[in-house]
């Protein structure tokens, strides 16, 4: 053994050993006076903080104890086993640097420190305060991936605030368990949780907590394919958030209206919101936002083809999701980071980082953020010349957008599998499948899914003879993706028009119908 490891060694041994020869009282009185001699050192009691059931209450102010509050918590606990006549002030200085070490820990996403702080400081409280803490914790949980826990705490606090007859408490409290509802899959109680929100948010004259209720309502809306609802939603609360100067949620809810302009088919609409959201972000140093916004941001560049920055973005936005314990997040970066993979032609990174993301999912519950990226992963399968597997992983995809209620999920399951039945020779049912996505699209007013679909249809009637109809599919769906600047897909659909042309011994569809370019050319920029 190295000389200075048997130093520390012995050291640990005899410290343990002198320590245990003390009386209990003279080791409680040790820690008292430990306690007394650290908070000095480090400017002396730290103020009360806003209580935790307090309506609107000021900011969270930092003291130089926050640093070692956690240290402070476990000489206060010491201290409290043999001083039974300072109890009372033993416990209030327990529960006063719970709360400073459970705001400074989540303030630094060192989340398991905090989350350990919120449980044992709602333990110590009772009634609106202990419902208080249970909402920080459980929205803490939240963001950790803890869902299921996570929906616990937060039921506990809503009965807790109800109980109490405090409003504004169970609004906050519903809020955040209408938000953990919706990530589980439950769209539909999601969905009368934001109502009710917004129903007491207006009876108890809560202009911000209606703001954020209506925003959250409209990204279920968005994601449920009720997109012209979504929109105006989003465009109200974005304009009440602005009016209650509440920053935060305006900087988001700019983010989920961008987000929807991409899905729609606005995308330098779309590119200049979520710039201007990440800005927003930035300015305020939230980085859970930040991180969220730049993945947005990159699969707009995605999108539009512009792979390198696409992927040193969402590279950057996994970096900060580490950093901040957001694992919700990290599940979406990474499947998304996945389609660069596949679109660049990095096949084997791109099958690992959708696994990933696939197990991450489904540790976290997140039911449609699983649906999408089986489909993804039935894709690269496909493209790799594994039909059985796409074909099975396409009605693994479909059956929970089946289940969740989410339509733009299952229009996008069934086109699909239209592609797989056209590699599989079946143009019959390929066009069976693809109708049936197409309706989806224009039931829910996605002109980019109505445009891509077409082009597909269009090869499938290229396969079954009639090409005249689908020369008029492929004019009116690559015109749309031009005129939405879609280039990606637009150059993934000409690639496969062509395959399908030269399969059935025709001419390649009219390309260049409608637009200003050559015949054959792809769309660029």
């Known amino acids: 053994m190295h000389a200075e490891v048997a ?75 043999q001083n039974v006549a300072r109890n009372a002030e033993w416990t209030l200085a327990r529960k006063l640097y719970l709360r400073r070490a459970a705001e400074h820990t989540e303030r630094r996403f060192r989340n398991a420190d905090a989350s350990r702080a919120w449980q044992a400081l709602a333990g110590s409280l009772a009634g609106t305060e202990r419902a208080g803490a249970n909402v920080r914790h459980g929205r803490l949980l939240y963001h950790m991936g803890k869902t299921s826990e996570a929906k616990a705490v937060l039921e506990h606090a809503l009965r807790l605030f109800r109980d109490a007859g405090h409003a504004r408490g169970a609004i906050d409290a519903l809020a955040a368990l209408a938000v953990a509802s919706q990530e589980t899959g439950d769209l539909s109680q999601g969905e009368a949780m934001y109502r009710q929100v917004m129903e007491d948010s207006r009876t108890a004259g809560d202009a911000r907590g209606y703001a ?104 950057e936005a996994l970096s900060v999701s580490h950093e901040v314990g957001h694992r919700h997040s990290e599940a979406m970066i990474v499947a998304n980071l996945a389609n660069t993979y596949a679109q660049t032609g990095r096949t084997a990174q791109a099958e690992n980082c ?130 939405i600047k879609d280039n990606l897909e637009l150059e993934h659909q000409v690639t496969a028009m062509r395959k399908a042309c030269a399969k059935a011994g025709v001419p390649p569809l009219d390309e260049g119908a409608g637009s200003e370019q050559e015949p054959g050319a792809p769309a660029t920029g």
């Open 212 to 315: 954020r209720a209506l925003g959250n309502l409209a990204g279920l809306l968005h994601e449920t394919g009720r997109n012209a609802e979504a929109e105006d939603a989003f465009r109200q609360s974005i304009a009440l958030a602005r009016d209650a100067g509440d920053e935060h949620s305006e900087a988001v809810l700019t983010g989920s209206l961008a987000y929807l302009q991409r899905d729609t088919g606005h995308l330098d609409e779309s590119e200049a919101g979520h710039t201007r959201a990440l800005a927003m972000h930035r300015s305020q140093g939230r980085r859970r936002s930040e991180c969220q916004e730049l993945a947005m941001l990159a699969g707009v560049h995605l999108q539009a083809g512009r792979f390198a920055q696409a992927e040193a973005m969402y590279l």
């Open 7 to 81: 130093y520390l060694f012995r050291h640990a041994l005899l410290r343990d050993a002198a320590y245990e020869l003390q009386l209990p009282a003279d080791r409680a009185h040790l820690h008292a006076l430990a306690f007394h001699l650290i908070e000095q050192a480090f400017g002396g009691r730290a103020p009360e903080p806003p209580p935790l059931d307090a309506i609107d209450p000021p900011k969270f102010r930092p003291h130089p104890t926050d640093p070692v509050a956690l240290e402070l918590v476990a000489h206060a606990e010491l201290a409290l086993e």
């Open 354 to 483: 959708y696994d990933a993301a696939i197990t991450l999912a489904r540790e976290l519950g997140q039911r449609r953020f699983e649906s999408i990226t089986l489909g993804n992963l039935a894709m690269l399968y496909l493209q790799t010349g594994r039909q059985p597997q796409a074909e099975a992983a396409c009605h693994q995809s479909l059956a929970i957008s089946l289940a969740i209620g989410d339509r733009r999920g299952v229009g996008v399951m069934r086109a699909n599998l239209a592609e797989v039945y056209l590699h599989a020779g079946n143009a019959a049912l390929a066009e069976e499948s693809i109708l049936s996505a197409l309706a989806v699209a224009r039931e829910i007013n996605n002109p980019r899914d109505e445009a891509s679909y077409l082009c597909r249809h269009a090869q499938c009637l290229v396969a079954l003879g009639r090409i005249a109809e689908a020369n008029r599919a492929w004019i009116k769906g690559s015109g749309i993706m031009r005129s």
